[in-house]
């Protein structure tokens, strides 16, 4: 093994048959510390971010918090009985992309996915920045290393990410369900000292900068609408649970509303009650921590612990991007190497571009929450509305059994999120919101650009239109002079024309096609058989997802049954009209030359079809 596998074998592990892709789901458990750990962690500044808003009107509105926290957890119950709607109509996962296509129609699903994505990336921006002020809050010392942190963070969750699905969450679960007990354990002692009579301070003399007014109470209730951001993941991720699976997730979904509820309500009360003001440099938890248990190993533990959940909330993330990025790949709207399976049975390459995405967030905002916080949400919401409206006109169009109750239930749900929605948009707009409106539409535009290059490509390649052709099976010769492999991804034109060139130059022809367990063999017989029935096809399975060393095995004893003559590998391989039309497709034709010459392959020839 050379010194790149070595490397990589070490940091991921082993590479994972597809045969174990069903051992790779997650139990309740481990589900919610995987896809719930967006929401839970919002209790770490969802809170703050009411109060930042509050603070502007002077010591007297800070009260506010609790009415607007109240009214929160109601739309987040709304939005809770909603999903889980959804996840019964879908029990093998319905996302808002998936939704919103089926039932609003191709835009609307569209703009579901492309909000659901820049969301995502948004969450990992957010969450390893709020996590970093964490730290930076128990150890000021850091604050200077704020962006390197938050990108030494964003490479450690890449990494247990790449290394699968089943491993990630056993990483997880510890630290998510710690931070979920200590949060109630300060609940506990705020309750009790409260209800023993200690001592409580009371709130600085605040400067009014603005009166109270309803849109005031509107920004204060949108800033806090981050808590519900990771809600909508169990539902995109109902595949990654174990049998039942939307058992399981709605189950799971359910107990995610019950604990975020109690300790979203639970911070926000004793927020008010032992009037904590947000501060500059140190986080609403740590202080409420620092009066409740003091400086002692406790509150240490509590900053750590919110650290690491915060970081653990960019996971939601990390385990729902790359599935969605999945789905818009396979339908067309996303470059198709998003499509692939990794060596651990996870899409590797939408992880990759989910840390690089929020890498440059980090470098551009320099890693400070309160800079990125008015982007967000504008994303999720949107998801949620053309989700539910989806939904609605699902039940509406199938009428099922039930479907009334189910329809008001989305409905609902549809209704307390647009007008979210719109509260978010007309109160954070001007504060950085209309970043992501206008990033939307571009999004969507890429998407629709990204699918006419892949419709082009097809229709360039395709063989409907070319009559059969009736070869002669090509008798074997006496003795073989010049034998060659064609390499088979997909039978087009292109292939047909590596065969036709093959025909001319050798005297014994194989060609070799690697099933990735997606071939519809039956199929690619069928077409064979019509085109190139004078050429033997080898299908090789490749439990392991991988095209070039089972070719470049076959290549390899092949050229040992002909040892005496030169063998030529024939690789078909189309040309893009522009370089970067290029990117949307794998690079499989040079990854394969390169591991041919290093297996001391001598003659390689690629045929090349201009489209």
């Given at each position: 093994?050379?010194?790149?596998?070595?490397?990589?074998?070490?940091?991921?592990?082993?590479?994972?048959?597809?045969?174990?892709?069903?051992?790779?789901?997650?139990?309740?458990?481990?589900?919610?510390?995987?896809?719930?750990?967006?929401?839970?962690?919002?209790?770490?500044?969802?809170?703050?971010?009411?109060?930042?808003?509050?603070?502007?009107?002077?010591?007297?509105?800070?009260?506010?918090?609790?009415?607007?926290?109240?009214?929160?957890?109601?739309?987040?119950?709304?939005?809770?009985?909603?999903?889980?709607?959804?996840?019964?109509?879908?029990?093998?996962?319905?996302?808002?992309?998936?939704?919103?296509?089926?039932?609003?129609?191709?835009?609307?699903?569209?703009?579901?996915?492309?909000?659901?994505?820049?969301?995502?990336?948004?969450?990992?921006?957010?969450?390893?920045?709020?996590?970093?002020?964490?730290?930076?809050?128990?150890?000021?010392?850091?604050?200077?290393?704020?962006?390197?942190?938050?990108?030494?963070?964003?490479?450690?969750?890449?990494?247990?990410?790449?290394?699968?699905?089943?491993?990630?969450?056993?990483?997880?679960?510890?630290?998510?369900?710690?931070?979920?007990?200590?949060?109630?354990?300060?609940?506990?002692?705020?309750?009790?000292?409260?209800?023993?009579?200690?001592?409580?301070?009371?709130?600085?003399?605040?400067?009014?900068?603005?009166?109270?007014?309803?849109?005031?109470?509107?920004?204060?209730?949108?800033?806090?609408?981050?808590?519900?951001?990771?809600?909508?993941?169990?539902?995109?991720?109902?595949?990654?649970?174990?049998?039942?699976?939307?058992?399981?997730?709605?189950?799971?979904?359910?107990?995610?509303?019950?604990?975020?509820?109690?300790?979203?309500?639970?911070?926000?009360?004793?927020?008010?009650v032992y009037h904590v003001v947000p501060r500059e440099g140190e986080t609403l938890v740590s202080q409420l921590g620092k009066l409740l248990v003091g400086n002692g190993p406790f509150y240490g533990f509590i900053q750590i612990v919110t650290l690491l959940i915060l970081l653990l909330a960019a996971n939601t993330s990390y385990a729902d991007f790359p599935r969605l990025s999945y789905f818009l790949a396979k339908d067309g709207f996303l470059p198709r190497q998003l499509a692939l399976l990794g060596d651990r049975l996870v899409y590797s390459n939408g992880i990759i571009l989910l840390s690089l995405c929020a890498a440059v967030l980090v470098i551009v905002f320099k890693g400070q929450v309160n800079a990125i916080i008015p982007l967000y949400a504008v994303g999720v919401f949107t998801s949620f509305t053309l989700s539910q409206a989806g939904m609605v006109r699902r039940w509406f169009r199938l009428k099922e059994r039930g479907w009334q109750a189910s329809a008001l239930m989305n409905g609902l749900g549809a209704i307390a999120t647009l007008i979210v929605l719109g509260v978010i948009v007309s109160t954070k707009f001007l504060l950085g919101a209309w970043l992501v409106v206008v990033a939307i539409p571009l999004v969507v535009w890429l998407f629709l650009a990204i699918h006419r290059h892949y419709e082009y490509v097809a229709q360039r390649l395709s063989i409907q239109g070319l009559p059969p052709r009736s070869y002669v099976p090509r008798p074997k010769p006496a003795v073989v002079t010049h034998p060659a492999v064609v390499v088979v991804g997909q039978l087009n034109r292109g292939t047909v024309e590596a065969l036709d060139y093959a025909r001319t130059i050798a005297d014994e022809i194989v060609a070799v096609h690697v099933d990735l367990n997606s071939t519809d063999r039956e199929k690619l017989q069928e077409k064979w058989r019509n085109l190139e029935s004078d050429i033997p096809l080898e299908i090789i399975d490749s439990p392991y997802r991988s095209v070039i060393e089972p070719i470049v095995d076959f290549v390899a004893q092949f050229e040992d049954r002909h040892q005496d003559v030169f063998t030529t590998v024939i690789i078909p391989a189309f040309v893009t009209r522009n370089w970067w039309d290029s990117l949307l497709h794998n690079q499989t034709t040079l990854f394969l030359k390169t591991a041919l010459r290093a297996k001391q392959s001598r003659v390689i020839t690629t045929v090349r079809y201009y489209l």
């Open positions: 093994m050379s010194f790149y596998p070595q490397i990589k074998q070490f940091l991921l592990g082993k590479t994972l048959p597809t045969s174990a892709h069903a051992e790779e789901r997650l139990s309740n458990a481990a589900a919610l510390a995987v896809l719930s750990s967006d929401a839970l962690s919002s209790v770490a500044y969802a809170t703050e971010e009411i109060l930042l808003i509050l603070v502007t009107a002077g010591s007297s509105a800070l009260g506010l918090s609790v009415p607007i926290a109240v009214a929160i957890i109601l739309l987040l119950g709304i939005v809770i009985l909603s999903y889980r709607q959804t996840i019964r109509a879908y029990p093998k996962g319905g996302g808002s992309y998936i939704v919103a296509r089926e039932n609003l129609g191709l835009y609307p699903g569209l703009v579901a996915g492309g909000s659901l994505m820049i969301d995502y990336i948004l969450t990992v921006t957010v969450s390893v920045s709020a996590g970093t002020a964490a730290l930076t809050s128990l150890v000021p010392a850091l604050l200077p290393y704020t962006v390197s942190l938050c990108l030494i963070f964003i490479f450690l969750l890449t990494l247990a990410n790449l290394r699968g699905v089943k491993e990630s969450g056993n990483i997880f679960m510890a630290p998510t369900y710690a931070f979920i007990a200590s949060i109630f354990v300060l609940i506990g002692l705020g309750l009790f000292k409260q209800a023993t009579g200690q001592p409580v301070t009371e709130y600085p003399t605040l400067p009014v900068q603005e009166g109270v007014s309803l849109f005031f109470i509107l920004r204060a209730f949108a800033a806090g609408c981050t808590a519900l951001t990771g809600v909508e993941a169990i539902s995109d991720g109902v595949l990654a649970f174990k049998e039942p699976e939307w058992k399981n997730a709605r189950l799971t979904l359910l107990f995610l509303g019950i604990i975020l509820g109690l300790m979203f309500v639970g911070i926000t009360y004793l927020s008010n």
